[in-house]
């Protein structure tokens, strides 16, 4: 099993910029795919990115251009910049051995429940 550990997560006024980051351990075969989603208050979960351990990115609509991920080995980054107060959630990493659906169809990695290994989450605040 893979234990997944967020950190990062704080509270930053509209504009700024935060750094997340997830660790992950045990057995890190199941991580071939590893992404970020988030959950704020009364929303479903939203996928934000995910990255292969090829390094392959694929993000959500609603922070593309503003949002960079990157993983080095086991570790899984999410940069966030220009930040506002939509993007107020509790952030989530999550990791899934190697599928082929994931493998052949990129937008399903932006699905949680194609996912079965979860963070305790961390959260990010934004005010205007």
């Known amino acids: 099993q893979v234990q997944l550990q967020e950190s990062g997560g704080d509270s930053v006024q509209t504009g700024g910029s935060l750094r997340l980051s997830c660790a992950a351990s045990?057995?890190?075969?199941?991580?071939?795919?590893m992404a970020w989603f988030r959950q704020a208050p009364g929303k479903e979960r939203e996928g934000v990115a995910a990255?292969?351990?090829?390094?392959i990115t694929t993000f959500g609509d609603s922070v593309e251009g503003r949002f960079t991920a990157a993983r080095d080995k086991n570790i899984l980054y999410l940069q966030m910049n220009s930040l506002g107060p939509e993007d107020t959630a509790m952030y989530y990493c999550?990791?899934?051995?190697?599928?082929?659906?994931?493998?052949?169809?990129?937008?399903?990695?932006?699905?949680?429940?194609?996912?079965?290994?979860w963070g305790q989450g961390t959260q990010v605040t934004v005010s205007s």
């Open positions: 045990g057995d890190t075969e199941s991580t071939t795919y």
């Open positions: 999550a990791a899934s051995p190697l599928s082929d659906d994931l493998a052949r169809q990129p937008h399903l990695r932006l699905v949680a429940s194609r996912y079965p290994n």
């Open positions: 990255v292969s351990r090829l390094g």
